[in-house]
Every structure is written in structure tokens, then in C-alpha cells.
């Protein structure tokens, strides 16, 4: 049985989203349509994005992700990508750019989406007349191969990459999660690779903030820096907002120095 994510703008408050797993089981019924969800603010293609990128790997192998925000356009590009372990479909407006810049060895195709769409009269939801009979096809008989032509060529969303010199590594939040932990774009890897084992954070005006293992480790209302469920370091406050306590909002920019 084979698993389709699906990763929208649509909301939950009306048959959008539940119409689109109704459609995929009209063309597959053995496919599991799930949510990853379909809360992404409507046209934000890197919350999207990061949405993604930070959960796609917790998903079994040969999960298709159907990933459509911002797309209203019928005619819009859509690409179609293949990494060791899973597969991608989604219009070619970045939305996939984060996710292929962690899996660099995947294969992108631009798809000839004429050739998977169901008619229906209606050029409004692309997600489901286009998005939907290619997702359908991929979990069940179309090879990855054979739904278009190789292409090096998307649209790719800027990444912040962490700066590193004298010791300290400057990175910058790409993401607040809805409990207020602020997402950095910097991996434990490069921390370590950047400052060493022994680091601190700096915040803002020169607030210091422990590394740590999990929230746990400071008392509560205490701000702790550690390695978050995304691969990614991440900033908390223990019981709190760190977003909201430290003023962190995307682009805000945080040091990590070789103590």
C-alpha cells in the first residue's frame, strides 16, 4: 500500500483538502492518502518549504509527498523529484527547494502534466485535476523515469547559510513552530565543525543561552540552544515562548562562540 503525503495551503475548514484524498482513492484505491498538513498560510511557499524539509524523513520509503501552496496557476511548471528514498511532486515555485538542497543526489524532472491530469472543466484546482492523477499514477504504475525529462533547472528558495569566522558561527532563525522554538539554519554538525564541542549562544544585545540536550536542562523561563527534531539547531525557552521572551522572528540572526 503505498502512502501519498499531502502538504497544502487549503485549510482544514472546508472539503478542499478531504476532496483531494477522495480523488487519489478514485485513481488508486490501494494508495494511503495522509496529512501532513494543510495548515501552511495560504501562498507561503517557504513555510511550506521548511514544513518539508523538516518532516519528510519520518515517512516510510516510496512515500509520494504531493506538496501544493501557492498554486492556483493550472499552467504552472511542475516538477517531480526523486531522492534514495522517497518522492517529490510539486509546481515549481521553490517549494521543493529545501528538501533537494538536503538531498543532493536527486533526480528532478520537469512533468508533462498534460499527460496525468483529469479533465474536469475546471482550471482552479490544479492540486487535485493535475497534482492528484500523477501522485495516483506514481504509487502505482508509472515509473519516476517516464514522467518527464531530467531537468538541473527549478526554482530554488534562498537559504541563509551560517557565516563562520574566528572561532564563532552567525546564523539566522528561518522558522518559529507554534510553540514559540525558534528554528536556526545551521546544523549540529556545522556548529561542532564551525566552534568545536564547547560553544555558547549569544542573542540579540549579548544574551547568553546554553547549549543543551533538551529543555529540561535549564530551569523553567530559561532560554536553552539544542539539536532539534529537524536537523537543525533550534533556540527554547523551558515552558515558554522563546520567540515571544527573546523577540526571535525569521531572520533574526544568532551567534554560537567557542567558549
Not at 519520518?58 to 517531480?80: G, H, M
Amino acid at each position: 500500500m503505498a502512502t501519498i503525503a499531502l502538504l497544502t495551503d487549503l485549510g482544514t475548514d472546508g472539503w478542499f483538502a478531504g476532496e483531494l484524498k477522495g480523488a487519489i482513492l478514485s485513481l488508486n484505491p490501494m494508495a494511503m492518502p495522509v496529512d501532513l498538513t494543510h495548515s501552511i498560510p495560504r501562498g507561503a511557499v517557504a513555510e511550506g518549504a521548511f514544513a518539508l524539509f523538516a518532516s519528510y524523513r519520518s515517512f516510510p520509503e516510496e512515500t509520494v509527498f504531493l506538496a501544493a501552496v501557492d498554486y492556483s496557476n493550472a499552467q504552472e511548471r511542475v516538477i517531480a523529484a526523486k531522492s534514495a528514498s522517497h518522492l517529490f511532486i510539486a509546481p515549481d515555485n521553490g517549494l521543493l527547494s529545501w528538501v533537494l538542497r538536503r538531498e543532493r543526489l536527486a533526480d528532478v524532472r520537469e512533468v508533462n502534466i498534460e499527460e496525468y491530469l483529469v479533465p474536469s472543466g475546471c482550471s482552479t484546482f490544479p492540486a487535485r485535476d493535475m497534482l492528484v492523477p500523477l501522485a495516483a499514477a506514481l504509487s502505482d504504475w508509472l515509473s519516476f523515469d517516464n514522467c518527464g525529462d531530467l531537468t538541473p533547472n527549478y526554482v530554488k528558495l534562498d537559504w541563509p547559510a551560517p557565516k563562520a569566522a574566528n572561532n564563532q558561527l552567525t546564523a539566522a532563525i528561518i522558522h518559529n513552530d507554534r510553540f514559540g522554538n525558534a528554528i536556526t539554519a545551521v546544523s549540529p554538525r556545522e556548529l561542532t565543525d564551525a566552534c568545536g564541542e564547547n560553544c555558547v549562544c549569544t542573542i540579540g544585545g549579548g544574551t547568553s543561552v546554553k547549549i543543551c540536550s533538551h529543555y529540561g536542562d535549564v530551569p523553567k523561563g530559561s532560554a536553552v540552544a539544542y539539536p532539534g527534531s529537524a536537523g537543525l539547531m533550534e533556540i527554547g525557552v523551558n515552558g515558554s515562548s522563546a520567540a515571544e521572551t527573546l523577540g526571535l522572528t525569521v531572520g533574526s540572526e544568532i551567534c554560537f562562540v567557542r567558549e
